[in-house]
C-alpha cells in the first residue's frame, strides 16, 4: 500500500471542499470495502477525507417520508424498529448482506458505493476494464458464474453486489448528494448505471460528490414482503441472484407491487413490466410464473451464468409467493 | 479410561485468551520483515526483474531474486533441473514453474515499508505455454512405481465387466485449498551456521530434516519451535520455499526474518488436495452380491514433484468383493505441488466409491445399507489378515437411528417436508491405523507434578489434552497436574503429525513412559521406611502418594520420597513402537456419514437439515476433542460435498476465488443439525490404550453422503464437487 494522507471532515462542506483540491481523494467512513481495495492496489488515493465525524447518521421520520442518513450504520438501518415496522423490504435486504460484524462498519451511503465482486476486477494482473479502461474484459470467456444477465456490454458483465440498494430501488428511494456545485437529489433507480462502453463509471455521481442522505417515500408495503437472496451458502456469500418483493394486497388483488432483482446487472435491476402486469390482478402462482416470465425478456447469459436463466424466473416466482403469503 | 476421558483441552484457556503463541508471535528483539512476491505467469522464465525502486524505497533492507541470492549449499547436491522430483528449490534460477510462483523476497524494517517496496517490484517473462488444466492434460500421464503407484488386481482383472448388473461412471473433484485460519508463518535467524526456525510445521523432525539438507548442516543443529498450531489440515507436512526463503533472508542479513504469506499466497503456494478424475466400474449378481470392482484415478501433480496419495486405496478392501483392480496416474501441471488435505485421498477415492456403491444400489434396487451388509467383509482381502477390531455395523445402526433412516423412501423425490424435497444419504469412511516409533521423557519433578515431553506438535486435534489424559490416568495424578512440553526440536522425538497416528504414536509413548515412571516411584517406595517390606505388588500409587494395598495406614508422597533420596526429580525416557504382533492384522478406523437434506428444487438450494457422523476408532481418550474433532472434519467434508472448489481460469492459469469471499467453506448457518457418534470399544491389537484414529475418518464418507442424499430428494446425481445449485436447478423437472 502506498503512503497517504488521511484528514477527518468537520462537515459536509469541509468534506466536499477537502476533497476537491486534490485528484486523488477519496471519501471513507466505514472502509469495509475501500480498505480491502487499497490493500490489493485496485485503488491507491493520496489521501483520505474521513467523515465519519459528520452529522449524517440519523434515521429521521419525516411528513410523507423517511430520511436515512448516509453514515448510518447498515446494522442500524436493520434493527430500527420503525424502519421494520415500515419498511420491512429494506431491514430484510440490509440483513441478508454481509455479516453482523461487517454490517457494524458499513454505512448506508458506502454500501451503494460498494464494488463489484467481480474477480478480475480485483486481480491487478487480470484484464478489466472496469478497473484499467481498456484492458478488457476478463470475464467475458472467463469465469462469470456471479455475472450480469441484463444489461450488460462488451466490456463489461459485472454486477452490482448490495442486496440493500435492491430494495432501495424497489422503494422508489431518492439519493440526496451535495457537491462543488451544490446540492441535489438523484432518482435511485438513476444512481447506478449500465457499463456500456465507460463502465469504470459505476453510478451517475458527479465529482467530488459526497452522498448525505436517502430517502424512501411512505407506502404501504409493509406486510407482503420478501428479500430472496439464492447464495452458495446460508450466510456471508453475496447472491447469484436476489428478489425484492413487495406487494400491497387488498382482498386478494394486487393493489400496488415492487419488484427488483439483484446480482444481474451492473445496477439494482427494477423489474416495471412485471409489476405493471401485476397490478390489478388476483394474487395466484400462475400469475406470478408469468410475471417472472415477463422479467427475463432480453436476459443473455455467458455460460457460467447460464444457470441464471433459470433460476431468475423461479426466484421471482418463489420470492413474489413468500411475499403473498405472509 | 475414566476420570480422565472428559477433561477439558489443556490450551483451550491459552488460546482463546490469546496468551498461546504462534510462530509470527515470538517476541524477536531485532526482527525484521519480509514478503514474497510472486510470478504473475504460469510457465516461462523471467526476462527481467527491476528491484531498483523497491531496493531504494524506505526501509528496504534487502531484495533477493535468482539474481543476487547466495545459493543454499544443498541445491548444488541435487540435480541440476528442478524435475526430478525434488521440492521446489526457491530463486535456484530463472525459471517460473507456476503462477505466483515466488521470484523476489523484500524485507524492510517495518511491515508496511516491505509491503510497499513489494508493490514496486515489475518483472518481464518469457512466456511459455502452460498447462492446468487435468482433463486438457491427459497424454502427459504417467505410472510411478510405488506402493501408491503400482496396479492392484485381486482376481479377474476388470472382473466387473463379466457381471449380471454392471455399473460404470465418473466422478471428479476439484482442487480444494487447505487454508487453515492461521496463515503460513515463519521467523527465521541464524545462530553462525545454525538455523533456527518458528515456523508452521506438523512434523518438527522434518523440518529439521528439510532445513538440514537445502543448508547443508547437521540436523541436530537445526532448532524447530511450533508449539501452537492454528490448524494446518496437512499444509504443514511440507516445508515449502517460504520458509527457506526466509532463512536465505536472514543469513543474508544476519537478523530474525519474520515471513507471513498473505491469503491469497495460501491458494497458490502451500498445496491443496489435487484435482481427480475417477473411473468406477462396479459387476454385482442381481441378488447383490459384488462381484468385480475397478477403480481407477487420474489426479494433478505439479511438474516437479510426484505427489500421489492413496485414493484408490480403499477400494480394496472395503467390501467383501472376488475382483478388484485399482490404477492411479499422475499427470503434471504447472502449479505448485498438492499436498494431503485432511481425509487425503481416501476421501477423495471414497466420493467415487460410495457414490458407485448408492448408484448400483439403486440399480439392483437395494436399500444402500442394505447392499453395504450384503457386501461387508469379514476380513481384509487385500492383506489376508483379519481385522484387529470392526465395528462398522454398530456405526451404520446407530447412524440409521439418528438420521430417522426409516423415513428414507428408495424412491427419488418420493418424501416431501412442505415444498422441500427430502432425501437421505450416507457413505462410508475408513483410514489406516499407523504407529510410528516415538519418545516420550516422563519426569516428576520434585514438586510432585508431571511433565511430558516430546517433539511432536498439536495442530488442534487435541494432542496435548490427550498426553495429559494418558499421563494422568497412568499415574493417578490429576490432569491439572501434568506439564506437557511439545512442538519444538531437542525434545524426544516424536512424530509428524499426520495420518491419524498420533494418538497411536504418542499416547502409546506416553502410556509406556508413565508405567516405567511409576514402577520406578515404587521401587523407591519399598526402599522408605515407611512402607519396607511392603512387596512391590502390594503398592498403589495415585494423587502423588504411594500407598499400601494391605494396610491403608501405610503411605508415603512421592514428594518425600524424592527428597527423602535427594532427587531433584525423577524421570524416564522410552521409545515405544508397534508390535511383531500387530503386523498380523489389518487395523482400520471406520466412520458412517448420514445426511438428511431438504431441496428447493426452483432454487437448487441444499439445506442439510440434519448430518450424523458415526465412528468406530477404538477406544475414545476424549470425548471432548474427539467430538471437537469429528465435527469438524464432517464439516470440512460438507465444504468438500457444496462448495469448495479452487476456481483456476485456464487462460491465465491463474486462481480465480483466491481469497475467502469468493471460496467458500461451510458457516454455522448451512448445518442445522449436527451430530457424532463412537462406538467406542478398544481395539485389542493397535497400541496399549486400543486406539484406532479419527482425524481423517471424520471427513472420509461425508462428500459421498450429501451426494447421495441429494440424489434420494431430487433424482438427479450429481458426480462433479461440488453439489452447488447451479448443478441442481438445471435438470430437476418440478
Redesign the interface.
Known amino acids: ?3 497517504f494522507q488521511i484528514i477527518k471532515a468537520l462537515s459536509s462542506s469541509s468534506a466536499v471542499s477537502n476533497i476537491s483540491k486534490e485528484k486523488e481523494a477519496m471519501f471513507i467512513a466505514g472502509g469495509t470495502n475501500l480498505v480491502d481495495l487499497m490493500k490489493k ?1 485496485v485503488v491507491a488515493p493520496d489521501k483520505l477525507v474521513d467523515i465519519t465525524g459528520l452529522d449524517l447518521k440519523k434515521i429521521e421520520f419525516l411528513t410523507g417520508k423517511v430520511s436515512i442518513g448516509a453514515l448510518a450504520k447498515n446494522s442500524q438501518v436493520a434493527e430500527d424498529a420503525s424502519i421494520k415496522e415500515k419498511h420491512p423490504l429494506l431491514a430484510l435486504a440490509l440483513a441478508a448482506g454481509a455479516s453482523q460484524q461487517i454490517r457494524h462498519m458499513a454505512t448506508v451511503g458506502g454500501n451503494m458505493l460498494q464494488k463489484t ?1 467481480c ?1 478480475y476486477f ?2 491487478t ?2 484484464p478489466c476494464n472496469k478497473r484499467t479502461p481498456k484492458s478488457g474484459c ?1 470475464a467475458i ?3 462469470n ?1 456471479m455475472h450480469a444477465i441484463f444489461g450488460a456490454s462488451d466490456s463489461c458483465i459485472a454486477v452490482h453486489p448490495s442486496d440493500m440498494c435492491v430494495a432501495l430501488a424497489a422503494l422508489d428511494a431518492t439519493v440526496l448528494v451535495e457537491g462543488p456545485k451544490g446540492k441535489r437529489q438523484i432518482k435511485f433507480t438513476d444512481f447506478h448505471r449500465l457499463p456500456g462502453n465507460t463502465p469504470e463509471k459505476d453510478n451517475t455521481l458527479e465529482n467530488k460528490e459526497l452522498i448525505t442522505s436517502v430517502e424512501i417515500p411512505d407506502n404501504n408495503f409493509t406486510k407482503n414482503v420478501h428479500y430472496l437472496k ?1 447464495r ?7 447472491a ?1 441472484v436476489s428478489v425484492a418483493a413487495a406487494l400491497d394486497i387488498k382482498n386478494n388483488v394486487i393493489n400496488d407491487v415492487r419488484l427488483a432483482m439483484g446480482g444481474v446487472a451492473h445496477k439494482p435491476w427494477r423489474l416495471t413490466e412485471a409489476e405493471e402486469f401485476l397490478k390489478g390482478k388476483t394474487v395466484s402462482e400462475e400469475i406470478f410464473k408469468k410475471a417472472a416470465d415477463l422479467s427475463m425478456k432480453g436476459a443473455k447469459a455467458y455460460g457460467g451464468n ?2 441464471k436463466l ?2 431468475g424466473p ?2 421471482i ?2 420470492a413474489l409467493t413468500i411475499a403473498a403469503s405472509k | 479410561m475414566s476420570k480422565t476421558s472428559n477433561i477439558n483441552r489443556v490450551d483451550g484457556f491459552a488460546k482463546v485468551t490469546g496468551s498461546a503463541t504462534y510462530s509470527a508471535e515470538y517476541k524477536t528483539p531485532g526482527v525484521v520483515y519480509a514478503c514474497l512476491v510472486g510470478s ?1 505467469i504460469a510457465k516461462g522464465r523471467v526476462k527481467t526483474i527491476d528491484t531498483k525502486k523497491a531496493e531504494w524505497a524506505p526501509g528496504v533492507l534487502a531484495v533477493i531474486t535468482h539474481l543476487n541470492v547466495d545459493k543454499p549449499s544443498g541445491y548444488q547436491k541435487a540435480k541440476d533441473k528442478h524435475n526430478f522430483g525434488q521440492p521446489l528449490q526457491i530463486f535456484k534460477d530463472d525459471s517460473v514453474l507456476y503462477y505466483d510462483q515466488p521470484i523476489a523476497l523484500v524485507i524492510a524494517d517495518t511491515f ?1 515499508r516491505m ?2 517496496a513489494a ?1 514496486l517490484i515489475k518483472a518481464d517473462y518469457f512466456k511459455e505455454e502452460h498447462s492446468t488444466e487435468l482433463q486438457k492434460a491427459a497424454d502427459k500421464e504417467k505410472k510411478v512405481e510405488t506402493d501408491k503407484g503400482n496396479d492392484y488386481h485381486r482376481g479377474v482383472h476388470d472382473g466387473y465387466k463379466n457381471a449380471e448388473v454392471i455399473l460404470e461412471a465418473d466422478y471428479t473433484i476439484p482442487t480444494e485449498v487447505h487454508n487453515p485460519m492461521e496463515l503460513a508463518n515463519i521467523i527465521a535467524k541464524w545462530d553462525g551456521n545454525k538455523p533456527i526456525l518458528y515456523t508452521k510445521s506438523q512434523g518438527v523432525e522434518g523440518t529439521r530434516k528439510s532445513v538440514a539438507g537445502v543448508f547443508g548442516v547437521p540436523v541436530e543443529d537445526v532448532e524447530v519451535h511450533s508449539e501452537y498450531l492454528g490448524g494446518a489440515f496437512g499444509m504443514g507436512l511440507h516445508t515449502w520455499p517460504y520458509e527457506i526463503a526466509a532463512l536465505i533472508g536472514a543469513k543474508k542479513l544476519n537478523r530474525p526474518v519474520k515471513l507471513v504469506l498473505h491469503r491469497e499466497q495460501m491458494f497458490t503456494n502451500v498445496g491443496f488436495r489435487p484435482y481427480t478424475i475417477q473411473k468406477m466400474g462396479l459387476g454385482a449378481t442381481k441378488a447383490g452380491k459384488l462381484t468385480g470392482l475397478t477403480h481407477e484415478a487420474v489426479a494433478m501433480t505439479s511438474s516437479y514433484e510426484d505427489f500421489m496419495e492413496g485414493t484408490v486405496n480403499m477400494s480394496r478392501f472395503i467390501y467383501d468383493c472376488e475382483n478388484v483392480s485399482t490404477r492411479y496416474r499422475i499427470v503434471p501441471l504447472d502449479t505448485c505441488t498438492p499436498i494431503w488435505m485432511r481425509g487425503p485421498g481416501e476421501a477423495t477415492g471414497s466420493f467415487a466409491l460410495e457414490c458407485a456403491m448408492d448408484e448400483m444400489a439403486y440399480k439392483l434396487n437395494l436399500d444402500p445399507i442394505e447392499f453395504r451388509k450384503l457386501n461387508y467383509a469379514e476380513k481384509d482381502l487385500e492383506q489376508n489378515k483379519p481385522w484387529s477390531s470392526k465395528y462398522l455395523l454398530e456405526c451404520y445402526e446407530g447412524g440409521m437411528e439418528r438420521i430417522g433412516w426409516k423415513n428414507r423412501k428408495n424412491e427419488p423425490g418420493s418424501v416431501k417436508e412442505g415444498e422441500w424435497l427430502v432425501g437421505y444419504g450416507m457413505g462410508t469412511g475408513t483410514f489406516g491405523c499407523y504407529r510410528s516409533p516415538t519418545s516420550v521423557k516422563a519426569k516428576f519433578l520434585p514438586d510432585g507434578n508431571l511433565v511430558l515431553q516430546c517433539s511432536v506438535n498439536d495442530m488442534g486435534p487435541g494432542t496435548a489434552t490427550m498426553m495429559t489424559a494418558i499421563g494422568a490416568e497412568i499415574t493417578g495424578l490429576p490432569a491439572e497436574n501434568v506439564i506437557i512440553e511439545m512442538g519444538k526440536s531437542g525434545l524426544p522425538k516424536g512424530p509428524t503429525q499426520g495420518g491419524s497416528a498420533t494418538t497411536s504414536s504418542v499416547g502409546s509413548a506416553v502410556h509406556d513412559a508413565c508405567n516405567l515412571l511409576v514402577s520406578k516411584v515404587l521401587g523407591l517406595a519399598t526402599e522408605n521406611p515407611a512402607l519396607k517390606g511392603t512387596p512391590i505388588t502390594d503398592l498403589t500409587f495415585a494423587n502423588g502418594i504411594v500407598s499400601s494395598t494391605k494396610d491403608t495406614a501405610k503411605t508415603v508422597a512421592l514428594t518425600s520420597l524424592l527428597s527423602a533420596n535427594k532427587l531433584d526429580g525423577l524421570e524416564v525416557e522410552n521409545q515405544s513402537k508397534g508390535t511383531e504382533e500387530a503386523k498380523k492384522y489389518s487395523i482400520y478406523s471406520f466412520s458412517v456419514h448420514f445426511v438428511k437434506v431438504l431441496v ?1 428444487p ?4 441444499i439445506r442439510l437439515a440434519h448430518v450424523v457422523s458415526c465412528a468406530d476408532i477404538g477406544t475414545v481418550i476424549n470425548q471432548k476433542t474427539s467430538a471437537g474433532q469429528m465435527y469438524g472434519g464432517a464439516v470440512g467434508g460438507i465444504g468438500m460435498g ?2 469448495e472448489a479452487l ?1 483456476i ?1 485456464h ?2 492459469g ?1 486462481p ?2 483466491n ?1 475467502f ?2 471460496y ?1 467453506v ?5 448445518i442445522e443439525k449436527q451430530e457424532v457418534f463412537f462406538v467406542n470399544k478398544k481395539d485389542p491389537i493397535s497400541n496399549p490404550m486400543g486406539t484406532k484414529g479419527l482425524g481423517e475418518t471424520a471427513l472420509v464418507g461425508m462428500a459421498p453422503a450429501i451426494a447421495n442424499a441429494v440424489f434420494n430428494a431430487t433424482g438427479k446425481r450429481v458426480r462433479d464437487l461440488p453439489i ?3 448443478k441442481i ?2 435438470t430437476v423437472k418440478v
Not at chain 1, 452458495?232 to 453475496?238: E, K, L, N, Q, V
Not at chain 2, 426452483?602 to 438450494?605: E, I, P, S, V
Open positions: 500500500m502506498k503512503n492496489n465482486r474477480s480485483y486481480n494482473d487480470m476478463g470467456g472467463g469465469s458464474r439464492v452458495d451458502r446460508t450466510s456471508y456469500a453475496f447469484l447460464d444457470f433459470t433460476l423461479n426466484a416466482t418463489e | 504473475t508496511e509491503q510497499y508493490s428447493n426452483n432454487l437448487g438450494k457444496l462448495m476456481e481460469d487462460r491465465f491463474r480465480i476465488n481469497n469471499a469468493d467458500h461451510p458457516v454455522n448457518a448451512d452447488t445449485l447451479d436447478i438445471e
